[in-house]
């Protein structure tokens, strides 16, 4: 079952019907099996660092992180100032995504607009516990959450 927040906007309740079991994906084109290799999902690729890489080329600050299934790259989420993680997945088109937060493994297809659950991800999983959410620590401002997309 899903663990974690999902993305803004998701009712983890309504899409309960699309989740995985075990290893892979279900796959609406497969009509409901599950499916243990996915396109766009890369299982042995490891995360870009440990914070979002837009925000650290920008100086920038971030809410919650967002790993790409498919190259690793480490972007922040649609909350975030910058929302790096959408952007990435645009720009490169790179749809899936899971969450690199600590306690949550849920994905997300932006192609479309529903969670699943999926593969394990080759470690780290998460980001490191002592990294502050939002962060980093230095660069988030007193009145952060005034800058929150919601």
């Known amino acids: 079952m899903l663990s974690g927040s999902p993305p803004a906007g998701q009712n983890p309740d309504l899409l309960t019907h699309r989740f995985a079991v075990g290893k892979g994906v279900v796959s609406p084109s497969h009509g409901g099996d599950v499916v243990s290799t996915v396109p766009g999902i890369d299982p042995d690729v490891a995360p870009s660092?440990?914070?979002?890489?837009?925000?650290?080329?920008?100086?920038?600050?971030?809410?919650?992180?967002?790993?790409?299934?498919?190259?690793?790259?480490?972007?922040?989420?649609?909350?975030?100032?910058?929302?790096?993680?959408?952007?990435?997945?645009?720009?490169?088109?790179?749809?899936?995504?899971r969450s690199y937060e600590p306690g949550e493994d849920w994905f997300y297809n932006y192609a479309d607009d529903q969670l699943y659950e999926g593969p394990d991800l080759a470690p780290p999983l998460h980001h490191p516990l002592e990294q502050p959410t939002p962060g980093p620590a230095d660069r988030v401002p007193g009145d952060w959450q005034l800058h929150l997309h919601q």
């Open 49 to 97: 660092g440990s914070g979002c890489a837009g925000c650290e080329a920008s100086a920038g600050w971030w809410f919650h992180l967002r790993r790409c299934a498919q190259c690793g790259h480490i972007g922040c989420c649609d909350w975030s100032p910058s929302q790096h993680a959408s952007a990435h997945a645009r720009e490169q088109d790179h749809p899936w995504i």
